[in-house]
């Protein structure tokens, strides 16, 4: 089907292309263009231009393997026809059972952060200890130093593998919070109707 | 109805309703994993089981439980009662409208978040603990070799040796004071302590002492002392105790 396997040899790009390949196949995490540069030890216009070439060749329907932009860089991934043949292979426990106290941390940690623990507990109205231990045990938020205050708390930050289990480019990915929902005019008038009900 | 005696069977907690309470005030429970809803439960539970509405116990539990959810109430929030209490009325419900809103936000966030792990249900990607090379250490700036013996020269100096002088305590022998006071006993029957030793130094007194206590110990002799820090008066022990022979003979010839 490909045919232009002999050309390769013959253009200077391609030749790259093929090291990048390489790099992608042996790294277990996505690479940017930059280490993908140095790694290769090439400039890195080229390597966008390598990268491009191999989108297209390793892209959804043409291959069993798919070449995506994920957490800042690049990486492979199975093709999304081929998941039922690899979730009867392979076990996720970074997904399985998130519970809604597990996401609405994960929320918070992925918008607001880095944020410390007390941080998350004032959002969520309860303490967020063992929702963020069992996120840090999934790798999907990691410490990030300490909060500036005198005995300052440990922040957390989402982890790249966050990006990657969501399929998220980068944090910018998500969604405005603006245009989720949250109407504050909304339940200020709701308190103030309360508010005014009560006998003075 | 005894409210105290409300059995309850709680995630947090099982058994009557007086010993959860001893337990919040000790702080042995922490509040915040207290279903307080389930004791509310529990109690109207209790009371659909009796015809009568015994209103002492509605009463009774009704202050206890609005205490407790206060109570959790602010230990839900402790850093922000006060900051809370000196806003006017109307600011604290802004306040509290706004919390209400960012705590909404985040939920719907946590939805969407929902929502996308479930569409990307069937991504699957290598993840492994396969390490990327550490990056190369960026090179130290030229250096001068002259400068660096230098430096180096400095840390290799000898340290000056370490003067133990002040722990070269001299003890003369105890052995020694046994003989001199010995042989002191045998020219004469009884000395004063103070006298023998006044001209040694401190640590030979110390020593003269322990010595004395040996005699003493071995009966070679007896001590007497007026008053404390009177003079300390030995005398050879063979008298008293020869003495105390001839009591004990005395004593057992009268038997």
Same mark, same amino acid.
């Given at each position: 089907?490909? $045919?232009?396997?002999?050309?390769?040899?013959?253009?200077?790009?391609?030749r @790259?292309?093929?090291?990048?390949?390489?790099?992608?196949?042996?790294?277990?995490?996505?690479?940017?263009?930059?280490?993908l540069?140095?790694a290769a030890d090439d400039?890195?216009?080229?390597?966008?231009?390598?990268?491009?070439?191999?989108a297209?060749?390793? $892209?959804?329907?043409?291959?069993?393997?798919?070449?995506?932009?994920?957490?800042?860089?690049?990486?492979? $991934?199975?093709?999304?026809?081929?998941?039922?043949?690899c979730? $009867?292979?392979?076990e996720?426990?970074?997904?399985?059972?998130?519970?809604g106290?597990?996401?609405?941390?994960l929320?918070?940690v992925a918008? @607001?952060?880095p944020?410390?623990?007390?941080?998350?507990?004032?959002?969520?109205?309860?303490?967020a200890?063992?929702?963020?231990?069992?996120?840090?045990?999934r790798g999907l938020?990691a410490?990030a130093?300490?909060?500036?205050?005198a005995?300052?708390?440990?922040?957390?930050?989402?982890?790249?593998?966050?990006?990657?289990?969501?399929?998220?480019e980068?944090?910018?990915?998500?969604?405005?919070l603006?245009? @989720?929902g949250?109407?504050?005019?909304e339940?200020?008038e709701r308190?103030?109707?309360?508010?005014?009900?009560?006998?003075? | 109805?005894v409210v105290?005696?409300?059995?309850? %069977?709680?995630?947090?907690?099982?058994g009557?309703?007086?010993?959860?309470?001893?337990?919040?005030?000790?702080?042995?429970?922490?509040?915040?994993?207290?279903d307080?809803?389930?004791v509310v439960?529990?109690?109207?539970?209790?009371l659909?089981?009796?015809?009568?509405?015994?209103?002492?116990?509605?009463?009774?539990f009704?202050?206890?439980?609005?205490?407790?959810?206060?109570?959790?109430?602010?230990?839900?929030?402790? %850093?922000?009662?006060?900051e809370?209490?000196?806003?006017?009325?109307?600011?604290?419900?802004?306040?509290l409208a706004?919390?209400l809103?960012a705590?909404?936000?985040m939920?719907?966030?946590?939805?969407?978040l929902?929502?996308?792990?479930?569409?990307?249900?069937d991504?699957?990607f290598r993840?492994?603990?396969?390490?990327?090379a550490?990056?190369?250490e960026p090179r130290?700036?030229?250096?001068e070799?002259a400068q660096?013996a230098?430096a180096?020269?400095?840390?290799?100096?000898e340290p000056?040796?370490?003067s133990l002088r002040h722990?070269a305590?001299?003890f003369?022998?105890?052995?020694?004071?046994?003989?001199?006071f010995?042989?002191?006993?045998?020219?004469r029957?009884?000395?004063d302590?103070?006298?023998?030793?006044?001209?040694l130094?401190?640590v030979?007194?110390?020593v003269?002492f322990l010595?004395?206590?040996?005699?003493?110990?071995? %009966?070679?002799?007896?001590i007497?002392?007026?008053?404390?820090?009177?003079?300390?008066r030995?005398?050879?022990?063979?008298e008293?105790?020869s003495?105390?022979?001839?009591?004990?003979?005395?004593?057992?010839?009268?038997?």
């Amino acid at each position: 089907m490909d $045919r232009p396997l002999r050309l390769i040899a013959t253009n200077p790009v391609d030749r @790259l292309a093929r090291t990048v390949e390489a790099l992608l196949v042996v790294a277990s995490q996505p690479l940017d263009v930059a280490e993908l540069a140095a790694a290769a030890d090439d400039e890195p216009e080229r390597v966008e231009t390598a990268l491009g070439l191999l989108a297209e060749r390793y $892209r959804e329907g043409r291959s069993g393997v798919v070449l995506e932009r994920v957490a800042g860089g690049w990486a492979f $991934r199975a093709a999304r026809e081929a998941a039922d043949a690899c979730a $009867r292979l392979f076990e996720r426990p970074v997904q399985r059972g998130l519970s809604g106290a597990a996401l609405e941390t994960l929320a918070i940690v992925a918008y @607001l952060g880095p944020c410390t623990r007390p941080d998350i507990a004032r959002i969520r109205g309860v303490a967020a200890d063992s929702a963020v231990a069992g996120l840090v045990e999934r790798g999907l938020i990691a410490e990030a130093g300490r909060d500036d205050a005198a005995g300052g708390a440990v922040r957390y930050r989402t982890t790249p593998l966050f990006e990657r289990v969501f399929g998220l480019e980068s944090l910018s990915e998500l969604p405005r919070l603006d245009d @989720l929902g949250g109407d504050a005019d909304e339940i200020r008038e709701r308190l103030h109707a309360v508010a005014e009900k009560r006998p003075a | 109805m005894v409210v105290r005696e409300l059995e309850l %069977d709680l995630d947090a907690f099982e058994g009557p309703f007086d010993l959860l309470l001893t337990l919040v005030l000790k702080e042995e429970l922490d509040l915040a994993e207290v279903d307080v809803a389930g004791v509310v439960l529990a109690f109207v539970e209790r009371l659909t089981h009796r015809d009568e509405l015994d209103l002492d116990a509605c009463g009774e539990f009704l202050v206890l439980v609005s205490a407790l959810l206060e109570l959790k109430a602010r230990g839900l929030f402790p %850093d922000e009662d006060a900051e809370l209490a000196d806003l006017e009325p109307e600011e604290a419900a802004e306040e509290l409208a706004r919390r209400l809103a960012a705590y909404r936000r985040m939920k719907e966030a946590a939805t969407w978040l929902a929502e996308r792990l479930e569409a990307e249900r069937d991504r699957f990607f290598r993840v492994g603990p396969a390490p990327l090379a550490p990056r190369a250490e960026p090179r130290l700036a030229p250096q001068e070799p002259a400068q660096l013996a230098a430096a180096l020269r400095a840390l290799a100096v000898e340290p000056p040796p370490v003067s133990l002088r002040h722990m070269a305590l001299r003890f003369p022998p105890v052995a020694q004071f046994l003989e001199r006071f010995r042989a002191i006993l045998r020219r004469r029957r009884r000395f004063d302590f103070d006298v023998e030793v006044g001209a040694l130094s401190r640590v030979e007194q110390a020593v003269a002492f322990l010595a004395l206590l040996e005699l003493r110990k071995a %009966d070679e002799i007896t001590i007497a002392q007026a008053a404390p820090f009177a003079p300390i008066r030995v005398a050879s022990g063979e008298e008293r105790s020869s003495g105390d022979e001839r009591r004990a003979e005395w004593t057992v010839h009268s038997a």
